[in-house]
């Protein structure tokens, strides 16, 4: 292939000397792996024989694998390559410099500082100045020229600093990601079988030749052959698009693809081709993954290799076929719906995170007022001086006087950028950035590995935890405990001298060859302790429980090795059970299953009794069973297990295997088990917290209802007395779904509000529950719902989720993959933590926000009315710069780096339409505001009287700096340090210093601030337009700034309640307010940029405009009658989909309470009673699918793409469908 053009020319020369040692080469196994099916077997069959044959060449053997010496597994891979896709390069330094100074702002500065510099150095002829005016009068001796250039170089150095502080965040950022995505990879392990041991091992060490163990739930780390399987169906949607399972035989499709999932069962396979010379990794490479690209870093850093790797192949079938090509189908191909929502819900998962879009959105508005401001400052400062001198002076224009009316209009300009500078807060993405960063970082020490960043912050919004039992709640250690044998209740594990020998030996022998022969029992790591479980932790009780009996499971399993198993049925979610048939040497076959003993039970006709014989076993005595023994287990909390057995005479020939219903029945019981799984000691704290949060916690677990019910009221999820609901599966599926068996939100709608326990849940059944919540209307907040998960079927509850959670450690691969954070240790505590920092995230950001706009309006205001009264900012540019620099970047540090203390878990969660900056927020801010602006008028206009100084107003250009004006700054900068201890509290509360010391870096950046701001004053001299200050003044500013702190008291005695003014701001964008044409081209780019869309918003709101008003007219003549229906098309907002409104667009000011979309509000306002009831029938059903939204959106290709998604059968959507 084209693609690996020079990976073709290494290996055409390894070729060469290495033919001897491989019987096969690189090309021969990559065309190989490029057939499928029946060519394969045919192609395997000329070169090399069989598969034997090809393990011969690869010199390994089936069953004890490579020999594992490291100079023949170094020679593999210089041959065959490594199993590694080189990463994209990161940007070096100088690329991030680069890029941070395409930042507008800094641009427009650039410009300003080098004209200011080039006028400097240009000498106007002597003519007389006083000629040309008032203004530019004034004694200017020799050396003051000379320092005129200072301004500028001083503007252009702090330009430098704010870029290197920004490209150093940036780095680091990157820096931080790269090594969270290392660490991702190394955890990543993989079995093998290496000189006759199963052991485990990194990804990347595996090798060509390697025999590798697959079993349910695996991804397929390299491409292979299969050497020998059980029952194995394959998931290729990943590279195929193809959302149907596989089966894999070696009769007919013994090709394992690299980057697919093991959907069931399990086998060996020998590994052909690794890294860049796999199927996944030839995609990759040709999508340019090895080589240098520029198309979604962020997402690359984040995600591991594999997920790189589908997503690219996945996007590739994306493109041809819609629906199909889902990461993950939901297991049920019958929900389409779910595949177009799917779709849907990839674009949100790359857009910024809510936070973001509101941050972004804020930043910009702010910016926009930024430019407003400073551009009227300039005009007003250039009107003055014109009017001043020709009208006024009454003086003509002289050419010798040009230059200095340039320097004039310069100055102006550049007063003008810097009000801009201060007004636009860049600082807002730092202090996400770091925020976030900050918090990935100390997360990873509480066991919680985040792989999208926006996860962290949705948490702290959790409003509901969906869990699972079995390791999360419990400790996933499981043991047997009691046991029903013999026609006897055992309630502790009983002695083997009272179990008849033939029922002993039957039922050993079906625990040791019918458990996964990957499942063991290893000796204790540490002397004394518990012996580990390796492998599925039912399975392990029940070797554990052989153990018991003192029988050793080892010496069956290695008399009957795995190749001699004559069948294996695996488990999966639709049997519940596992079956392995045996072989007998009189041509008889035996075949033992285990599975959920209520399952189980209803196919045995037969059970053993206490003499060894088995006799009838009828349905009443099921029942008396379920009765005295099964209902007496499970409301322990045990989980019960049914072992049977069932022989298929010589005589009657060989069955129909594939039949499983004919075979899965007439069984023979052995013995139940109870198994007993113990709730993990720090679950029901960390639960209570959760409740307290106002986070609901529920249990979703395939084990039966009264085991559920048991192990929910020893963790706290059910109290005594409550009226909560605990269902099982198919109770659940037969409440919400009508008689057509389809699924009604309003029926979910009923249940999920008291819903606590799901027990016998199938995965679907998780994820219907999930999307139900999440869709519901019901709640005046959009539930925002966190799920746990570990199994291959968790995957699409966890991809639909708002963040997932997968397991470190019971986890499989797929499951890790659908997730936002892996829970390393498992534990459900570490939820609780996860939730702490999501919220601690946002009150940091907010903290942030209250700082930043107190000293973006004091400053912005302050040099606007100084430029327009005095003609001169009494802020100079320098200056400003450096209150950029404490206010964005050192306060972003030290505000977003907050610990989070338990505090925090008092509160109930933030909706997703909670604007950020709430009203004691803004009550802060403007009180703060008002403090800063009359402390600083009255020094700048009355402040030479006070400290009895020359007044530092109406100075002539290039005028030496004067204390007035440097008193003016240095209060202002001290005002700032201490109101920065003020923002440190967001929910009005008195005591600012609370916990202050716990946070370094807070103390060491105020502190910082406050020696360099000395320095600067003391000697910063003309640069900084700064003169040294006596120490009385000093005091006196310090003192006025500390005056912030007690002022901050007096406004947080003012209930917020009174102040009925205050508004609210900074409302995200709603995922639903960017019209569809911008989503077609968004798909294109990685990121939704926020600020992009802001700008490019006009141009697309004229044709919209003009379509819309088109639409219109036609709509009017058609229904002249009926207001609502145009009424309906006319609202602005096109309403995507109901399943992710983000939080609402508008930065209104008029609308004090955050409005909330609910599905009906087809109506912009309910302004007028008639329109509502007109209105009616408009409103779609809630558990309208998006398909509604879909199908009006290619019904028009070129019409407005805004009107309301309207459920198919309404009168707008046939309209639609006409327009």
Not at 263 to 288: D, P, R, W
């Amino acid at each position: 292939m084209a693609n690996n053009s020079y990976s073709g020319v290494k290996n055409s020369m390894v070729e060469a000397n290495h033919d001897g040692e491989f019987g096969c080469t690189l090309k021969e196994l990559r065309s190989l792996m490029e057939l499928r099916g029946a060519e394969a077997l045919s192609k395997i069959g000329e070169s090399y024989g069989d598969i034997q044959g090809l393990c011969n060449r690869l010199k390994s053997s089936p069953v004890d694998g490579l020999s594992g010496q490291p100079t023949d597994i170094e020679k593999r891979k210089t041959v065959f390559g490594q199993n590694f896709i080189p990463p994209k390069k990161p940007k070096t330094f100088l690329q991030l410099v680069w890029e941070a100074l395409q930042d507008v702002t800094l641009i427009i500065l650039e410009v300003a500082a080098i004209v200011s510099l080039g006028l400097s150095f240009y000498k106007p002829p002597d003519a007389k100045r006083e000629n040309c005016g008032r203004a530019a009068g004034g004694v200017e001796d020799e050396n003051e020229a000379e320092a005129g250039w200072i301004e500028g170089a001083a503007i252009l150095l702090s330009v430098i600093c704010v870029v290197l502080v920004t490209a150093f965040n940036d780095w680091s950022k990157e820096k931080q990601f790269r090594g969270l995505q290392s660490r991702i990879e190394q955890e990543q392990k993989f079995t093998v079988v290496r000189g006759g041991q199963v052991i485990q091992i990194p990804v990347a060490e595996i090798v060509v030749g390697d025999i590798a163990q697959i079993k349910y739930g695996d991804l397929l780390p390299a491409d292979g052959v299969l050497i020998q399987g059980n029952d194995l169906k394959i998931d290729e949607s990943s590279l195929t698009g193809e959302s149907d399972h596989v089966k894999k035989t070696q009769e007919k499709d013994p090709m394992l693809l690299s980057g697919t999932h093991v959907m069931e069962g399990s086998g060996k396979m020998v590994v052909t081709a690794v890294g860049v010379n796999s199927q996944t990794g030839i995609i990759f490479t040709l999508l340019g993954g090895g080589e240098d690209d520029d198309d979604d870093e962020e997402e690359k850093k984040k995600e591991k290799e594999e997920k790189k790797k589908q997503r690219k192949s996945y996007c590739s079938s994306t493109k041809a076929q819609d629906g199909a090509a889902m990461e993950m189908q939901p297991l049920n191909s019958d929900e389409g719906a779910d595949a177009e929502e799917k779709k849907k819900a990839n674009l949100p998962k790359k857009e910024k995170s809510v936070l973001q879009g509101k941050l972004t959105k804020l930043a910009v508005q702010i910016g926009k007022a930024g430019l407003v401001m400073s551009a009227i400052t300039v005009i007003i400062l250039v009107v003055l001086f014109v009017v001043d001198t020709f009208w006024i002076q009454n003086l003509p224009w002289d050419k010798d006087c040009t230059p200095i009316y340039i320097q004039f209009f310069v100055k102006f300009f550049i007063i003008g950028v810097t009000v801009l500078v201060v007004a636009v807060p860049e600082g807002l993405p730092l202090a996400v950035t770091i925020s976030l960063a900050y918090s990935v970082k100390k997360m990873m020490k509480d066991n919680n590995l985040v792989r999208h960043l926006d996860a962290c912050e949705t948490m702290g919004n959790a409003t509901a935890i969906c869990s699972d039992k079995t390791g999360t709640l419990t400790m996933n250690r499981m043991t047997v405990v009691q046991a029903y044998l013999a026609e006897k209740h055992y309630k502790k594990v009983p002695e083997p001298e009272s179990i008849p020998p033939s029922i002993l030996d039957i039922l050993i022998l079906g625990i040791a060859v019918n458990c996964a022969y990957t499942t063991k029992i290893m000796p204790p790591e540490k002397e004394g302790g518990l012996p580990r479980q390796v492998g599925n932790k039912t399975e392990c009780a029940l070797l554990g429980f052989s153990s018991d009996l003192k029988r050793d499971y080892q010496a069956i399993r290695n008399e009957i090795p795995e190749e001699k198993l004559y069948k294996v049925y695996t488990f999966n979610s639709v049997r519940k059970s596992m079956s392995t048939v045996l072989k007998m040497a009189d041509g008889s076959y035996r075949m033992f299953s285990k599975g959920a003993s209520e399952i189980l039970l209803k196919k045995c006709y037969k059970i053993l009794t206490a003499n060894g014989e088995s006799k009838v076993f009828r349905p009443r005595d099921r029942d008396d069973m379920v009765k005295k023994v099964i209902e007496p287990m499970a409301s322990e909390g045990l989980r019960t297990i049914c072992l049977a057995y069932r022989d298929f005479p010589a005589s009657e020939g060989e069955p129909d295997w594939d039949n499983e219903n004919d075979i899965l029945t007439g069984l023979t019981c052995i013995c139940v088990v109870g198994i007993e799984d113990p709730v993990r000691p720090e679950v029901p704290d960390a639960i209570r917290k959760c409740q307290r949060a106002g986070i609901t916690v529920r249990m979703v677990t395939g084990d039966n209802i009264n085991t559920a019910r048991a192990i929910a009221t020893k963790c706290g999820i059910l109290q005594p007395g409550d009226d909560f609901l605990c269902l099982e599966g198919k109770e659940f599926n037969r409440r919400i779904r009508n008689e057509k068996g389809e699924i009604e939100q309003e029926r979910i709608d009923k249940i999920w509000p008291k819903l606590r326990v799901l027990a016998r849940s199938s995965p679907t059944d998780k994820h219907t529950l999930v999307k139900g919540i999440i869709d519901s209307t019901v709640a005046e907040q959009r539930q925002v719902v966190a799920v746990t998960g570990d199994g291959t079927n968790d995957g699409p509850a966890l991809k639909k989720a708002d963040v997932g959670f997968a397991m470190g450690i019971a986890g499989t691969d797929v499951a890790k993959e659908a997730s936002d954070i892996i829970l390393t240790d498992d534990n459900f505590s570490s939820i609780v933590k996860a939730v702490m920092w999501g919220r601690n995230v946002y009150d940091s950001i907010s903290k942030f926000l209250q700082f930043q706009l107190t000293v973006n309006v004091v400053a912005v205001i302050v040099a606007f009315t100084g430029a327009c009264i005095t003609q001169d900012s009494p802020l100079k540019a320098v200056q400003m710069l450096w209150v950029n620099l404490i206010m964005d970047t050192f306060a972003s540090l030290a505000l977003a780096t907050e610990p989070p203390t338990e505090a925090l878990l008092l509160r109930k969660p933030y909706g997703r339409n909670k604007p950020l900056i709430s009203r004691t927020m803004m009550k802060n801010i403007l009180g703060q505001g008002v403090y800063q602006l009359v402390i600083i008028f009255s020094l700048l206009f009355a402040g030479e009287k006070v400290f009895d100084i020359d007044s530092g107003r109406n100075a002539p250009l290039h005028a030496p700096p004067s204390e007035h004006y440097t008193i003016v700054f240095n209060t202002f900068v001290m005002m700032q340090l201490f109101n920065e201890i003020n923002a440190r509290k967001i929910h009005g509360e008195r005591n600012v210093f609370d916990g202050i010391f716990n946070n370094l870096i807070f103390c060491s950046i105020v502190f910082g601030t406050f020696i360099v701001q000395i320095v600067i004053v003391q000697f910063g001299g003309k640069p900084f337009s700064c003169v040294a200050l006596s120490i009385d003044q000093w005091l006196w500013c310090t003192f006025l700034g500390f005056g912030s702190l007690l002022w901050g008291q007096v406004i947080s005695s003012i209930p917020t309640s009174r102040l009925k003014f205050l508004k609210t701001a900074g409302h995200g964008t709603q995922k639903e307010e960017i019209p569809d044409e911008e989503l077609e081209e968004l798909e294109d780019m990685d990121e939704i940029d926020h600020a992009e869309r802001e700008l490019r918003r006009g141009q697309i709101l004229w044709f919209r405009g003009l379509n819309r008003i088109q639409t219109q007219i036609r709509v009017v003549n058609a229904f002249r009658s009926s207001i609502s229906l145009y009424e309906g098309l006319e609202k602005p907002e096109s309403r995507t989909s109901i399943h992710n409104f983000m939080t609402h667009p508008e930065f209104r000011i008029e609308d004090s309470e955050p409005h909330i979309p609910l599905i009906d509000d087809t109506d912009a306002e309910d302004d007028a009673p008639t329109k509502r009831n007109s209105a009616s029938p408009l409103s779609p059903s809630p558990n309208q699918n998006n398909n509604a939204v879909e199908s009006s959106n290619h019904l028009l290709p070129e019409g407005p793409k805004s009107g309301t998604p309207s459920a198919p059968g309404s009168p707008l959507h046939s309209l639609e469908t006409s327009l």
